[in-house]
Each structure stands twice: as C-alpha cells, then as structure tokens.
C-alpha cells in the first residue's frame, strides 16, 4: 500500500504557472517498480491522464494535451512527484490527483492506478 498526498495548488491568472508536489510513503515503494502519475478531474468530466514518470528512469509520458505545458519530474530522495504547469488556462480548472501503479510499463487509463491522493485544486482566472 502507498500513501499519496498532495500540494501546492491554488488560484493562479490565465498564463500563470504552478508547482504541484507527491509526496509517497509506503515500505512497498522500494520493493517494486511504481509509475507515478498525475491526472485531473474538472466538474461533470471524467478524470483525465496528464503525465506518469517511473521511479527508476525512463523517459516521462505525457497526454498530448499538456505536452509542452506540463512537466513531470520526481525527487527519490524525497520520494515525492511533481507536475509544473506553465501557460495555465481556465479549461485546466480541475482538481489534480496523484497516483501510483505498481507496474513495470506505462499506463495513461485511471483504472490502473491503484493508490491516489485527496487531490489538490487548481483554478485559474481568465
């Protein structure tokens, strides 16, 4: 089992930037491989895959919509994730999850991650 929380969001203008955090515990996060990943979900809309990085390297994945917005990075010796999201939009108002799959290869469906945060809101102003 793997604790998730999260931080760092808040109200930002239209072309604003935010720096979310991950911060996991868990004795299984070194016993087994993990994707990290980051997904939001706005009101009345399904919970959408943004970026999933794994703790042990690889290149990051990113949904098309936030490629060359959003970046993804990790801190293992923190054990914690990040999302920057540069060029903030109002249509990315949402609420930002956090979540882990105990996986050796990528996935991009929420269904597959098996532990998540509470999540953190992030609105942007036009």
């Known amino acids: 089992q793997v604790q998730l929380v999260e931080s760092g969001g808040g109200l930002v203008q239209a072309g604003g930037s935010l720096k979310l955090s991950c911060a996991a515990s868990g004795r299984t996060l070194s016993m087994y491989n993990y994707y990290m990943g980051w997904f939001r979900q706005a009101p009345g809309k399904e919970r959408e895959f943004l970026a999933a990085?794994?703790?042990?390297?690889?290149?990051?994945s990113y949904a098309d919509s936030v490629k060359g917005r959003f970046t993804i990075s990790r801190e293992n010796a923190k054990s914690t994730v990040y999302l920057r999201l540069n060029s903030l939009k109002p249509e990315d108002t949402a609420v930002y999850y956090c979540a882990a799959d105990r996986s050796i290869v990528v996935h991009t469906t929420a269904d597959m991650y098996e532990n998540w945060g509470q999540g953190t809101q992030v609105t942007v102003s036009s």
């Open positions: 990085i794994s703790w042990t390297g690889g290149r990051p």
